[in-house]
């Protein structure tokens, strides 16, 4: 089993789901664990990255009891990204209002965000990850995609280019 193609797409859902990249590193380090004591329940005729993406979702919603403390560390390194951006650049200064904006979803919200969006699943693979319907994922997607559109416009002028795209079955 080689989960070394796969350790960047952990780390990135895995920072979605905790918040913050001290915490994800330590999420994937733990599942990965996880993982190696359960290689032998491993299918190898089904892909990889989906079964290590379910260990660090479970990994993560066993170590629930941290989410409060998890959602303070989000807000305090929001706070340290805003003060560590170079003003003048204005792509930068962009990602930061997303990063914003992000962590002031609901993590559900964020979760499925990532998933399709950046991750590139599509909403059967989706679905399956999370043990929910593909309509709950569409359903979930688009407030989602509104929550997030919303937060951007909240906090700025109202004109926010931001196109939320992504999923392989996305329509647009």
């Not at 993590?107 to 399709?116: D, G, K, P």
């Not at 679905?127 to 700025?156: F, H, I, Y």
Request: net charge negative.
């Amino acid at each position: 089993m080689d989960v070394i193609p796969h350790l960047e797409d952990l780390w990135r859902y895995g920072r979605v789901l905790t918040g913050n990249d001290s915490d994800a590193d330590d999420l994937v380090q733990e599942a990965l664990a996880r993982a190696l004591t359960m290689a032998a329940s491993y299918d190898t005729s089904r892909p990889l990255l989906p079964w290590l993406i379910t260990i660090v979702r479970n990994t993560f919603l066993t170590n629930a009891s941290r989410a409060v403390a998890t959602r303070q560390r989000m807000a305090s390194f929001a706070e340290l990204a805003e003060s560590a951006l170079p003003p003048s650049q204005e792509h930068s200064a962009e990602l930061a209002k997303v990063q914003r904006a992000l962590t002031r979803m609901p993590a559900e919200q964020a979760e499925i965000l990532h998933l399709v969006a950046v991750l590139g699943f599509t909403y059967s693979e989706t679905a399956n990850l999370l043990g929910v319907p593909a309509g709950t994922v569409m359903s979930r997607l688009s407030r989602a995609r509104a929550a997030l559109k919303q937060n951007l416009e909240d906090k700025e002028d109202g004109s926010s280019r931001l196109k939320i795209v992504g999923g392989r079955d996305a329509a647009y």
